[in-house]
């Protein structure tokens, strides 16, 4: 597949930026959720505490393998509508479907890269070798680094992957939807350099700069003062990285409930600082209300954590939830965006140069729906907070923040 980025101005930019505002976006939407199998849409927000929205969509038609309930968050309850919306969206557009078998080659990494440039299948951290004679089923991908066509491996792409042999359980990481292509690549984009540099800071249990917020610091400390009307001590990380692409993670200790599995967190990134800081905090929020609505129904999560403990949970995270060694105001950090998705891109691309080799986009929008879906894959980004059995070099090395 060959991709240009066009330049489509930002027309909304107060708590995300989007080509529109959201109500734009779920007066689209919305009307699509039948055709994707989508039964129900539901505010969960009341289920905490907080007041922050947190909606659920239930899928019942979700491939085999999948998840079938989906949860958005935002700042406003339109937002956190769209969010889900979108969501179910990129859930559907993900799974393999008859369209697919027409881009779909088969063949050994050696065979697929006779003639056509093809990504090589240790560079995705896999969590064993693969032997060299080994078959995969491949897909057409963009490399927006280098500018060409590439093959990949469709183990990185679909999900879920059904296929007999696998490299990897499949995920969703880099997974994104949008009012526009770009904006689909960029939110892709920065969710797998949000799972990098959660998964070193994991490893290396380095947590970066403490974050402080003030009552000067508009939405963000709004949204920040939710939680400790209700009790809730949150925690604001600048987590290390080598890109310099701001990444903030939120943590939360219920003082009031000291339930082990409310010690939960909540990560954001974007080229605008502040972004990150809302998307972390909604995130955690969405992490909270789901955590509850799962315990409703006794998942295996919280039959663990039960079992661990509240003070254990704790001591096992305490990167997390001890004091910062170096602090950081919302003021200090850098907002690195541009005016348009385009820009965003072309800049955190540029940024990633020195760090990974390859950005490549994989086009997942399917013509029954007609919204943007994409696959961003960024080999050797590491993915070790979402699957332990896959850690590459990023994770055992110190990171020099940019």
């Given at each position: ?11 909304y ?13 779920l ?11 989508v ?12 007041g ?19 949860a ?54 896999l ?75 994991e ?45 903030v ?7 009031e ?13 974007h080229?605008?600082?502040r ?7 909604t ?15 006794d ?13 254990r949970?704790k ?6 939830y ?16 541009t ?19 390859a ?6 929008t ?11 894959t960024v ?16 994770c ?7």
């Amino acid at each position: 597949m060959k991709l240009t980025l066009k330049k489509t101005p930002k027309g909304y930019t107060k708590d995300t930026h989007r080509v529109v505002p959201p109500e734009e976006t779920l007066a689209r939407v919305e009307k699509l959720l039948p055709g994707i199998g989508v039964t129900r849409v539901a505010e969960i927000s009341g289920l905490d505490r907080i007041g922050i929205p947190v909606y659920s969509a239930i899928r019942p038609a979700s491939a085999k393998g999948a998840i079938s309930v989906y949860a958005g968050k935002g700042a406003t309850p339109v937002e956190a509508k769209v969010s889900v919306m979108m969501e179910a969206i990129e859930r559907y557009s993900s799974e393999f479907q008859k369209a697919d078998k027409k881009r779909v080659v088969m063949g050994t990494f050696t065979d697929v890269s006779n003639g056509k440039v093809a990504v090589d299948p240790q560079k995705l951290i896999l969590p064993g070798q693969l032997l060299p004679n080994v078959r995969l089923d491949w897909i057409d991908g963009y490399d927006l680094m280098n500018k060409k066509e590439v093959l990949l491996p469709c183990n990185a792409v679909f999900h879920p992957y059904l296929a007999p042999f696998k490299l990897f359980r499949s995920n969703t990481n880099g997974l994104a939807s949008g009012n526009t292509m770009e904006e689909a690549i960029f939110h892709g984009l920065m969710e797998v350099v949000e799972r990098d540099a959660l998964s070193i800071a994991e490893a290396t249990r380095d947590p970066g700069k403490e974050i402080t917020i003030t009552k000067k610091d508009g939405l963000a400390y709004e949204l920040y003062a939710k939680f400790g009307k209700a009790g809730i001590d949150v925690k604001l990380w600048y987590l290390p990285t080598d890109s310099g692409i701001p990444t903030v993670l939120a943590s939360t200790d219920d003082k009031e409930l000291m339930d082990p599995s409310l010690l939960v967190m909540g990560v954001g990134t974007h080229m605008d600082a502040r972004i990150s800081v809302l998307r972390a905090l909604t995130e955690v929020a969405q992490s909270r209300a789901t955590q509850i609505q799962g315990a409703r129904e006794d998942t295996d999560r919280e039959k663990v954590v039960r079992t661990i403990g509240y003070e254990r949970m704790k001591r096992m995270n305490r990167h997390w939830y001890g004091e910062g060694k170096e602090t950081i105001t919302l003021k200090e950090l850098p907002d690195l965006s541009t005016d348009s998705h385009k820009g965003d891109i072309e800049k955190a691309v540029k940024m990633l140069k020195g760090c990974v080799a390859a950005v490549i986009v994989t086009d997942l929008t399917r013509e029954d729906v007609g919204v943007p879906v994409v696959r961003v894959t960024v080999p050797g980004l590491e993915m070790y907070a979402i699957d332990h059995e896959r850690i590459g070099p990023r994770c055992k090395r110190p990171v020099m923040r940019k």
